[in-house]
Protein backbone atom coordinates (compact mmCIF):
# COMPACT_ATOMS: atom_id res chain seq x y z
CA UNK A 1 0.00 0.00 0.00
CA UNK A 2 3.06 2.59 0.58
CA UNK A 3 4.14 2.14 -2.71
CA UNK A 4 1.51 3.44 -4.23
CA UNK A 5 2.64 6.85 -2.70
CA UNK A 6 5.47 6.77 -4.99
CA UNK A 7 3.82 5.35 -8.19
CA UNK A 8 2.84 9.23 -9.15
CA UNK A 9 6.73 10.08 -9.37
CA UNK A 10 8.46 6.54 -10.66
CA UNK A 11 5.83 6.40 -13.64
CA UNK A 12 5.95 9.87 -15.03
CA UNK A 13 10.01 9.04 -14.64
CA UNK A 14 9.90 6.50 -16.22
CA UNK A 15 7.54 7.47 -19.10
CA UNK A 16 10.20 9.97 -19.67
CA UNK A 17 13.07 7.74 -19.76
CA UNK A 18 11.35 5.13 -22.44
CA UNK A 19 10.40 7.91 -24.52
CA UNK A 20 13.50 9.18 -24.34
CA UNK A 21 15.29 6.03 -25.69
CA UNK A 22 12.30 5.75 -28.14
CA UNK A 23 14.61 7.35 -30.13
CA UNK A 24 12.54 9.36 -33.28
CA UNK A 25 9.83 6.47 -33.45
CA UNK A 26 6.64 8.86 -33.67
CA UNK A 27 4.43 5.89 -33.04
CA UNK A 28 6.42 4.35 -29.87
CA UNK A 29 6.57 8.15 -28.27
CA UNK A 30 3.20 8.60 -28.21
CA UNK A 31 1.91 4.98 -27.45
CA UNK A 32 4.34 5.28 -24.18
CA UNK A 33 3.27 8.50 -23.61
CA UNK A 34 -0.31 8.32 -23.13
CA UNK A 35 0.05 4.84 -21.29
CA UNK A 36 2.24 6.17 -18.71
CA UNK A 37 -0.43 9.53 -18.74
CA UNK A 38 -3.06 7.31 -18.38
CA UNK A 39 -1.06 5.02 -15.30
CA UNK A 40 -0.20 7.32 -13.38
CA UNK A 41 -4.00 8.80 -13.56
CA UNK A 42 -5.03 5.62 -12.33
CA UNK A 43 -2.48 5.34 -9.37
CA UNK A 44 -3.76 8.78 -8.37
CA UNK A 45 -7.12 7.36 -8.63
CA UNK A 46 -6.01 4.12 -6.07
CA UNK A 47 -4.02 6.46 -4.09
CA UNK A 48 -6.80 8.87 -3.06
CA UNK A 49 -8.98 6.17 -2.95
CA UNK A 50 -6.76 4.64 -0.25
CA UNK A 51 -6.36 7.45 1.51
CA UNK A 52 -9.91 8.01 1.80
CA UNK A 53 -10.34 4.36 3.19
CA UNK A 54 -7.11 3.88 5.14
CA UNK A 55 -5.91 7.52 6.32
CA UNK A 56 -3.06 9.64 5.42
CA UNK A 57 -0.04 7.26 3.52
CA UNK A 58 3.71 7.87 4.54
CA UNK A 59 6.53 5.68 2.78
CA UNK A 60 9.85 5.74 3.87
CA UNK A 61 12.74 6.04 0.98
CA UNK A 62 15.77 3.91 2.09
CA UNK A 63 16.27 2.50 5.80
CA UNK A 64 16.48 6.31 7.02
CA UNK A 65 13.79 6.92 9.49
CA UNK A 66 11.78 10.29 9.83
CA UNK A 67 12.98 13.02 10.30
CA UNK A 68 16.30 12.00 8.82
CA UNK A 69 15.07 10.58 5.77
CA UNK A 70 13.40 11.49 2.61
CA UNK A 71 9.76 10.86 3.11
CA UNK A 72 6.64 10.92 0.53
CA UNK A 73 3.55 11.66 2.64
CA UNK A 74 -0.05 11.19 0.91
CA UNK A 75 -2.89 13.02 2.73
CA UNK A 76 -6.59 14.09 1.58
CA UNK A 77 -4.93 17.74 0.19
CA UNK A 78 -2.00 15.99 -1.23
CA UNK A 79 -3.51 12.81 -3.17
CA UNK A 80 -6.31 14.94 -4.23
CA UNK A 81 -4.32 17.48 -5.90
CA UNK A 82 -2.35 14.64 -7.56
CA UNK A 83 -5.52 13.20 -8.95
CA UNK A 84 -7.09 16.71 -10.13
CA UNK A 85 -3.39 17.27 -11.95
CA UNK A 86 -2.78 13.93 -13.42
CA UNK A 87 -6.49 14.29 -14.90
CA UNK A 88 -5.86 17.74 -16.17
CA UNK A 89 -2.23 16.58 -17.85
CA UNK A 90 -4.19 13.38 -19.59
CA UNK A 91 -6.26 15.53 -21.05
CA UNK A 92 -3.50 17.65 -22.15
CA UNK A 93 -1.76 14.75 -23.73
CA UNK A 94 -4.15 13.73 -25.23
CA UNK A 95 -4.88 17.29 -27.12
CA UNK A 96 -0.82 17.50 -27.40
CA UNK A 97 -1.25 14.61 -29.77
CA UNK A 98 -3.13 16.29 -32.66
CA UNK A 99 -1.36 19.95 -31.67
CA UNK A 100 2.17 19.24 -31.84
CA UNK A 101 3.80 18.58 -34.88
CA UNK A 102 5.64 15.21 -35.92
CA UNK A 103 9.31 16.88 -35.57
CA UNK A 104 8.40 18.26 -32.10
CA UNK A 105 6.74 14.97 -30.43
CA UNK A 106 9.72 12.95 -31.99
CA UNK A 107 12.62 15.10 -30.14
CA UNK A 108 11.94 16.25 -26.67
CA UNK A 109 8.27 17.14 -26.07
CA UNK A 110 6.98 13.85 -24.45
CA UNK A 111 10.48 13.80 -21.88
CA UNK A 112 9.55 17.01 -20.68
CA UNK A 113 5.94 16.53 -20.48
CA UNK A 114 6.68 13.74 -18.14
CA UNK A 115 9.40 15.54 -15.86
CA UNK A 116 6.91 18.56 -15.65
CA UNK A 117 4.57 16.09 -13.99
CA UNK A 118 7.09 14.48 -12.03
CA UNK A 119 7.76 17.73 -10.57
CA UNK A 120 4.51 18.79 -9.94
CA UNK A 121 3.46 15.26 -8.22
CA UNK A 122 6.46 15.39 -5.69
CA UNK A 123 5.89 18.81 -4.72
CA UNK A 124 2.64 17.59 -3.76
CA UNK A 125 3.65 14.22 -2.32
CA UNK A 126 7.30 15.33 -0.58
CA UNK A 127 7.29 15.45 2.85
CA UNK A 128 10.25 18.14 3.87
CA UNK A 129 11.49 21.60 2.85
CA UNK A 130 14.46 20.59 0.75
CA UNK A 131 12.78 18.25 -1.47
CA UNK A 132 9.70 20.16 -1.79
CA UNK A 133 12.95 22.60 -3.74
CA UNK A 134 14.08 20.22 -5.60
CA UNK A 135 10.87 18.80 -6.81
CA UNK A 136 10.27 22.77 -7.27
CA UNK A 137 13.48 22.46 -9.63
CA UNK A 138 12.43 19.42 -12.04
CA UNK A 139 9.34 21.03 -13.01
CA UNK A 140 10.91 24.50 -13.34
CA UNK A 141 13.21 23.63 -15.30
CA UNK A 142 11.37 21.34 -17.57
CA UNK A 143 8.57 24.27 -18.18
CA UNK A 144 10.81 26.53 -19.09
CA UNK A 145 11.97 24.20 -22.14
CA UNK A 146 8.17 23.84 -22.81
CA UNK A 147 7.45 27.42 -22.65
CA UNK A 148 10.32 27.98 -25.27
CA UNK A 149 9.55 24.69 -27.12
CA UNK A 150 8.28 26.22 -30.74
CA UNK A 151 11.68 28.13 -30.90
CA UNK A 152 9.72 31.54 -32.01
CA UNK A 153 11.42 34.86 -30.86
CA UNK A 154 8.14 35.86 -28.73
CA UNK A 155 8.88 32.23 -27.13
CA UNK A 156 12.12 32.70 -26.17
CA UNK A 157 11.72 36.04 -24.40
CA UNK A 158 9.13 34.77 -22.37
CA UNK A 159 10.77 31.77 -21.59
CA UNK A 160 14.05 33.84 -21.08
CA UNK A 161 11.69 36.00 -18.42
CA UNK A 162 9.94 33.34 -16.93
CA UNK A 163 13.44 31.79 -16.19
CA UNK A 164 14.78 34.63 -14.43
CA UNK A 165 12.31 35.55 -12.11
CA UNK A 166 11.91 32.02 -11.09
CA UNK A 167 16.03 31.53 -10.64
CA UNK A 168 15.76 34.41 -8.25
CA UNK A 169 12.73 33.04 -6.97
CA UNK A 170 14.67 29.83 -6.21
CA UNK A 171 17.73 31.53 -4.43
CA UNK A 172 15.83 32.99 -2.54
CA UNK A 173 13.76 29.73 -1.54
CA UNK A 174 17.20 28.11 -0.62
CA UNK A 175 17.94 30.74 1.44
CA UNK A 176 14.84 30.27 3.48
CA UNK A 177 15.99 26.52 3.35
CA UNK A 178 19.01 27.37 4.83
CA UNK A 179 17.58 29.67 7.45
CA UNK A 180 15.26 27.02 8.60
CA UNK A 181 18.05 24.36 9.13
CA UNK A 182 19.86 26.55 10.77
CA UNK A 183 17.01 27.76 13.38
CA UNK A 184 15.35 24.27 13.68
CA UNK A 185 18.05 21.88 13.02
CA UNK A 186 15.51 19.86 10.96
CA UNK A 187 13.37 19.95 7.29
CA UNK A 188 10.97 17.47 8.16
CA UNK A 189 7.67 18.98 7.62
CA UNK A 190 6.25 17.06 10.81
CA UNK A 191 9.30 17.40 12.69
CA UNK A 192 9.31 20.98 11.99
CA UNK A 193 5.29 21.44 13.18
CA UNK A 194 6.51 19.49 16.77
CA UNK A 195 9.58 21.82 16.84
CA UNK A 196 8.19 25.03 16.12
CA UNK A 197 4.66 24.34 17.81
CA UNK A 198 6.65 24.14 21.26
CA UNK A 199 8.69 27.47 20.98
CA UNK A 200 8.24 29.87 23.34
CA UNK A 201 9.82 32.51 20.95
CA UNK A 202 9.87 32.63 17.42
CA UNK A 203 12.87 34.25 16.97
CA UNK A 204 13.63 35.03 13.22
CA UNK A 205 11.14 32.27 12.06
CA UNK A 206 8.75 35.25 11.17
CA UNK A 207 10.89 36.37 8.76
CA UNK A 208 11.41 32.65 7.12
CA UNK A 209 7.96 32.16 7.45
CA UNK A 210 7.24 35.82 4.79
CA UNK A 211 9.95 34.27 2.76
CA UNK A 212 8.47 31.37 1.69
CA UNK A 213 5.12 33.36 1.38
CA UNK A 214 7.35 35.14 -1.28
CA UNK A 215 9.18 32.54 -2.99
CA UNK A 216 5.07 30.27 -3.53
CA UNK A 217 3.74 33.65 -4.33
CA UNK A 218 6.19 33.63 -7.10
CA UNK A 219 4.94 30.19 -8.33
CA UNK A 220 1.02 31.42 -7.74
CA UNK A 221 1.43 34.58 -9.57
CA UNK A 222 0.80 36.53 -6.38
CA UNK A 223 1.28 40.59 -6.69
CA UNK A 224 4.09 41.66 -7.46
CA UNK A 225 5.90 38.65 -8.70
CA UNK A 226 3.15 37.72 -11.29
CA UNK A 227 4.29 39.77 -14.45
CA UNK A 228 6.41 36.18 -15.55
CA UNK A 229 2.63 35.30 -16.01
CA UNK A 230 0.98 36.39 -19.53
CA UNK A 231 3.70 36.20 -21.59
CA UNK A 232 4.44 32.00 -20.37
CA UNK A 233 1.14 31.48 -20.37
CA UNK A 234 -0.01 32.74 -23.89
CA UNK A 235 3.50 32.07 -25.37
CA UNK A 236 3.93 28.91 -24.52
CA UNK A 237 2.47 25.67 -26.93
CA UNK A 238 -1.34 25.48 -26.05
CA UNK A 239 -1.26 22.10 -23.91
CA UNK A 240 1.42 24.02 -22.10
CA UNK A 241 -0.62 26.91 -21.46
CA UNK A 242 -3.12 24.90 -20.17
CA UNK A 243 -0.85 22.99 -17.92
CA UNK A 244 0.71 26.62 -16.56
CA UNK A 245 -2.92 27.84 -15.74
CA UNK A 246 -4.78 24.69 -14.57
CA UNK A 247 -1.82 23.17 -12.54
CA UNK A 248 1.46 24.54 -12.30
CA UNK A 249 0.39 27.90 -10.67
CA UNK A 250 -1.78 25.42 -7.98
CA UNK A 251 1.24 23.79 -7.32
CA UNK A 252 2.31 27.46 -5.20
CA UNK A 253 -1.25 27.67 -3.48
CA UNK A 254 -0.89 24.53 -2.16
CA UNK A 255 2.77 25.36 -0.92
CA UNK A 256 1.67 28.12 1.00
CA UNK A 257 -1.61 25.95 1.86
CA UNK A 258 1.03 23.24 2.97
CA UNK A 259 3.51 25.37 5.28
CA UNK A 260 0.75 27.61 6.85
CA UNK A 261 -1.47 24.55 7.83
CA UNK A 262 1.76 22.23 9.24
CA UNK A 263 5.19 24.21 9.74
CA UNK A 264 3.82 27.44 10.69
CA UNK A 265 0.69 27.15 12.44
CA UNK A 266 1.53 29.74 15.30
CA UNK A 267 2.85 32.66 12.72
CA UNK A 268 0.01 32.53 10.72
CA UNK A 269 -2.11 35.09 12.29
CA UNK A 270 1.27 38.03 12.04
CA UNK A 271 1.02 36.79 8.02
CA UNK A 272 -2.68 37.22 7.69
CA UNK A 273 -2.68 40.89 6.74
CA UNK A 274 0.13 40.62 4.44
CA UNK A 275 -1.42 37.98 2.15
CA UNK A 276 -5.08 39.65 2.37
CA UNK A 277 -3.74 42.68 0.69
CA UNK A 278 -1.53 40.87 -1.53
CA UNK A 279 -4.24 38.77 -2.70
CA UNK A 280 -6.79 41.98 -3.25
CA UNK A 281 -3.91 43.59 -5.23
CA UNK A 282 -3.82 40.46 -7.39
CA UNK A 283 -7.34 40.27 -8.12
CA UNK A 284 -7.42 44.03 -9.07
CA UNK A 285 -4.40 43.83 -11.45
CA UNK A 286 -5.06 40.41 -13.07
CA UNK A 287 -8.67 41.63 -13.97
CA UNK A 288 -7.29 45.26 -15.64
CA UNK A 289 -4.48 43.46 -17.24
CA UNK A 290 -7.75 41.28 -18.91
CA UNK A 291 -9.74 44.02 -19.73
CA UNK A 292 -6.89 45.63 -21.48
CA UNK A 293 -6.28 42.50 -23.72
CA UNK A 294 -7.22 41.82 -27.65
CA UNK A 295 -5.00 38.68 -27.52
CA UNK A 296 -7.10 35.59 -26.44
CA UNK A 297 -4.40 34.09 -24.68
CA UNK A 298 -2.92 36.85 -23.14
CA UNK A 299 -6.47 37.46 -21.98
CA UNK A 300 -7.05 33.66 -20.60
CA UNK A 301 -3.80 34.34 -18.48
CA UNK A 302 -4.14 37.70 -17.02
CA UNK A 303 -7.44 35.82 -15.83
CA UNK A 304 -5.35 33.55 -14.06
CA UNK A 305 -3.83 36.49 -12.16
CA UNK A 306 -6.68 37.71 -10.91
CA UNK A 307 -8.78 34.06 -10.06
CA UNK A 308 -5.59 33.14 -8.30
CA UNK A 309 -5.87 36.23 -6.12
CA UNK A 310 -9.24 34.53 -5.15
CA UNK A 311 -7.84 31.40 -3.89
CA UNK A 312 -4.88 33.57 -1.86
CA UNK A 313 -7.80 35.68 -0.48
CA UNK A 314 -9.16 32.28 0.92
CA UNK A 315 -6.18 31.43 2.24
CA UNK A 316 -5.79 34.66 3.92
CA UNK A 317 -8.92 34.52 5.94
CA UNK A 318 -8.12 31.40 6.57
CA UNK A 319 -11.50 30.14 8.22
CA UNK A 320 -13.29 26.30 7.64
CA UNK A 321 -15.53 28.36 5.07
CA UNK A 322 -12.33 30.18 3.55
CA UNK A 323 -10.99 27.20 3.28
CA UNK A 324 -13.63 25.42 1.79
CA UNK A 325 -13.79 28.12 -1.05
CA UNK A 326 -10.38 27.98 -1.67
CA UNK A 327 -10.63 24.09 -2.07
CA UNK A 328 -13.42 24.48 -4.52
CA UNK A 329 -11.98 27.07 -6.44
CA UNK A 330 -8.14 24.91 -7.43
CA UNK A 331 -10.75 22.65 -8.63
CA UNK A 332 -12.99 24.54 -10.54
CA UNK A 333 -9.97 26.52 -12.15
CA UNK A 334 -7.85 24.13 -12.53
CA UNK A 335 -10.81 22.75 -14.71
CA UNK A 336 -12.13 25.86 -15.95
CA UNK A 337 -9.10 27.56 -17.06
CA UNK A 338 -7.59 23.97 -18.73
CA UNK A 339 -10.24 23.68 -21.16
CA UNK A 340 -10.86 27.91 -21.61
CA UNK A 341 -6.83 27.38 -22.94
CA UNK A 342 -7.31 23.93 -25.18
CA UNK A 343 -10.85 25.57 -26.72
CA UNK A 344 -8.71 28.76 -27.40
CA UNK A 345 -6.27 26.41 -29.03
CA UNK A 346 -8.69 25.05 -31.61
CA UNK A 347 -10.21 28.12 -32.56
CA UNK A 348 -7.03 29.66 -33.36
CA UNK A 349 -5.77 26.43 -35.30
CA UNK A 350 -8.93 27.30 -37.42
CA UNK A 351 -8.46 30.77 -37.56
CA UNK A 352 -4.85 30.83 -37.59
CA UNK A 353 -4.71 33.90 -35.35
CA UNK A 354 -4.97 35.07 -31.63
CA UNK A 355 -6.35 37.75 -31.72
CA UNK A 356 -9.90 38.41 -31.31
CA UNK A 357 -10.87 40.85 -33.64
CA UNK A 358 -10.15 38.74 -36.38
CA UNK A 359 -12.37 36.22 -35.44
CA UNK A 360 -15.94 36.25 -34.68
CA UNK A 361 -18.94 34.09 -36.17
CA UNK A 362 -18.01 30.76 -34.90
CA UNK A 363 -20.80 29.28 -33.13
CA UNK A 364 -22.34 28.31 -36.35
CA UNK A 365 -19.03 26.58 -37.79
CA UNK A 366 -17.95 25.55 -34.16
CA UNK A 367 -20.85 24.61 -32.20
CA UNK A 368 -19.02 21.86 -29.88
CA UNK A 369 -16.11 24.38 -28.83
CA UNK A 370 -18.47 27.25 -28.40
CA UNK A 371 -20.31 25.88 -26.32
CA UNK A 372 -17.21 24.82 -24.23
CA UNK A 373 -16.03 27.96 -24.35
CA UNK A 374 -18.93 29.22 -22.54
CA UNK A 375 -19.12 26.69 -20.07
CA UNK A 376 -15.65 28.07 -18.92
CA UNK A 377 -16.32 31.44 -19.09
CA UNK A 378 -19.56 30.64 -17.02
CA UNK A 379 -17.37 28.58 -14.31
CA UNK A 380 -15.07 31.28 -14.03
CA UNK A 381 -17.10 33.90 -13.87
CA UNK A 382 -18.85 32.31 -11.17
CA UNK A 383 -22.37 31.90 -12.83
CA UNK A 384 -24.79 29.60 -11.59
CA UNK A 385 -25.17 27.05 -11.12
CA UNK A 386 -21.26 25.60 -12.22
CA UNK A 387 -18.84 25.32 -9.22
CA UNK A 388 -17.39 28.44 -9.90
CA UNK A 389 -20.48 29.94 -8.80
CA UNK A 390 -20.37 28.36 -5.03
CA UNK A 391 -16.81 28.73 -4.39
CA UNK A 392 -17.26 32.81 -4.94
CA UNK A 393 -20.21 32.40 -3.01
CA UNK A 394 -18.52 30.97 -0.23
CA UNK A 395 -15.62 33.02 -0.19
CA UNK A 396 -17.66 36.17 -0.35
CA UNK A 397 -19.43 34.83 3.00
CA UNK A 398 -16.08 33.70 4.38
CA UNK A 399 -15.05 37.59 3.78
CA UNK A 400 -18.37 38.89 5.28
CA UNK A 401 -18.25 36.27 8.66
CA UNK A 402 -14.43 37.15 9.35
CA UNK A 403 -15.07 40.88 8.90
CA UNK A 404 -14.10 41.57 5.55
CA UNK A 405 -16.30 43.61 4.30
CA UNK A 406 -14.65 45.64 1.76
CA UNK A 407 -12.75 42.17 0.01
CA UNK A 408 -16.05 40.93 0.07
CA UNK A 409 -17.41 43.47 -1.95
CA UNK A 410 -14.33 43.61 -4.13
CA UNK A 411 -14.59 40.08 -4.72
CA UNK A 412 -18.25 40.40 -5.95
CA UNK A 413 -17.23 43.57 -7.42
CA UNK A 414 -14.69 41.58 -9.99
CA UNK A 415 -16.87 38.69 -10.17
CA UNK A 416 -18.99 40.97 -12.23
CA UNK A 417 -15.60 42.29 -13.94
CA UNK A 418 -14.49 38.60 -14.97
CA UNK A 419 -18.40 38.00 -16.16
CA UNK A 420 -17.69 41.21 -18.62
CA UNK A 421 -14.52 40.57 -20.17
CA UNK A 422 -14.78 36.81 -20.62
CA UNK A 423 -18.10 37.07 -22.07
CA UNK A 424 -17.11 40.00 -24.34
CA UNK A 425 -14.38 37.58 -25.43
CA UNK A 426 -16.86 34.87 -26.16
CA UNK A 427 -19.22 36.97 -27.99
CA UNK A 428 -16.43 38.31 -30.02
CA UNK A 429 -15.18 35.19 -30.91
CA UNK A 430 -18.25 32.87 -31.65
CA UNK A 431 -21.33 35.19 -31.65
CA UNK A 432 -20.75 38.58 -33.88
CA UNK A 433 -20.34 38.43 -37.54
CA UNK A 434 -17.84 36.71 -38.64
CA UNK A 435 -14.25 38.24 -40.41
CA UNK A 436 -15.11 35.54 -43.14
CA UNK A 437 -11.73 34.18 -43.35
CA UNK A 438 -11.46 30.30 -44.30
CA UNK A 439 -11.12 27.58 -41.39
CA UNK A 440 -8.84 24.83 -40.93
CA UNK A 441 -10.51 22.48 -39.04
CA UNK A 442 -8.42 21.65 -36.03
CA UNK A 443 -7.73 17.38 -35.43
CA UNK A 444 -10.45 15.83 -33.86
CA UNK A 445 -8.23 15.01 -30.71
CA UNK A 446 -8.01 18.92 -29.81
CA UNK A 447 -11.62 19.36 -30.33
CA UNK A 448 -12.48 16.26 -28.04
CA UNK A 449 -9.74 17.19 -25.12
CA UNK A 450 -11.74 20.32 -24.11
CA UNK A 451 -14.86 19.10 -24.50
CA UNK A 452 -13.69 16.18 -22.28
CA UNK A 453 -13.03 18.86 -19.43
CA UNK A 454 -16.03 20.80 -20.31
CA UNK A 455 -18.09 17.40 -19.34
CA UNK A 456 -16.14 16.82 -16.24
CA UNK A 457 -17.06 20.10 -15.57
CA UNK A 458 -20.54 19.41 -15.84
CA UNK A 459 -20.09 16.27 -13.32
CA UNK A 460 -18.78 17.55 -11.24
CA UNK A 461 -21.78 20.51 -10.85
CA UNK A 462 -24.02 17.90 -11.12
CA UNK A 463 -22.20 15.57 -7.98
CA UNK A 464 -21.63 18.91 -6.48
CA UNK A 465 -22.37 17.49 -2.43
CA UNK A 466 -20.28 14.64 -2.47
CA UNK A 467 -17.37 17.01 -3.94
CA UNK A 468 -18.02 18.95 -1.47
CA UNK A 469 -18.03 16.51 1.27
CA UNK A 470 -14.94 15.44 -0.14
CA UNK A 471 -13.17 18.95 0.20
CA UNK A 472 -14.65 19.03 3.86
CA UNK A 473 -13.12 16.29 5.06
CA UNK A 474 -9.90 17.94 3.26
CA UNK A 475 -10.17 20.96 5.28
CA UNK A 476 -11.24 19.45 8.83
CA UNK A 477 -7.84 17.86 8.13
CA UNK A 478 -6.03 20.97 7.53
CA UNK A 479 -6.91 22.04 11.02
CA UNK A 480 -5.36 19.06 12.41
CA UNK A 481 -1.55 19.24 11.47
CA UNK A 482 -1.29 16.66 14.54
CA UNK A 483 -3.00 14.18 12.30
CA UNK A 484 -0.28 14.59 9.94
CA UNK A 485 2.62 14.88 12.73
CA UNK A 486 1.34 11.44 13.97
CA UNK A 487 1.03 9.67 10.80
CA UNK A 488 4.89 10.55 9.53
CA UNK A 489 5.79 9.26 13.01
CA UNK A 490 3.39 6.64 13.82
CA UNK A 491 6.18 3.74 13.14
CA UNK A 492 8.77 6.12 14.93
CA UNK A 493 8.12 8.32 18.01
CA UNK A 494 9.10 11.42 17.54
CA UNK A 495 12.42 12.89 19.92
CA UNK A 496 10.12 15.42 22.03
CA UNK A 497 10.93 19.08 20.71
CA UNK A 498 9.26 21.10 22.81
CA UNK A 499 12.08 22.73 24.64
CA UNK A 500 13.98 23.40 21.26
CA UNK A 501 14.88 27.40 21.18
CA UNK A 502 16.19 29.38 18.36
CA UNK A 503 20.25 29.50 18.25
Same mark, same amino acid.
Given at each position: MKMLVVLPVLIPLATAIV???????????? $?? &? $?????????? %?LLLLRTVWSWGTVVHVMGSWSPPFGIILVADLLSSGMVLLSSGVALVALCYSVGYVDEEGQRLAYHPLFHLLMMGIYGAFLTGDIFNLFVFFEILLISSYAL /????????? $??? &? $???ATINLIASAVFLLAVGGLYGVMGTLNMADLSLKIGGLQEPGPLPTIFLLFIAVFGVKASMFPFYFWLPDAHSSAPTPISAML?? /???????? &?????????FVPLRPDAQEW????? %? /????????? %?????????????SSVSQMGYIILGLGIGTPLALLSTLLFIVNHALSKAMLFLTAGVVIEA???????GMGGLARQMPWTAGAFLIGTMGIAGVPPLLGFFAKFLLIQAALESGHGFLAALAAGLAIVTLWYLFAAWQQIFWREGSGRALHPAPRLMKGSGLVLAGVILVGTIFLNPLVDFLRAVEAQLRQPEAYVTAVFREVPPVTASTVEPQ
Open positions: TIFLGRSLRGKI $LA &S $LVGGGATFAS %A /VAFGGEDYQ $LEA &S $LKYSG /VLIKVGAY &SILRVSSVIILALA %A /VTMVVGACG %ALAQSDVKRLLAYTGTREMG
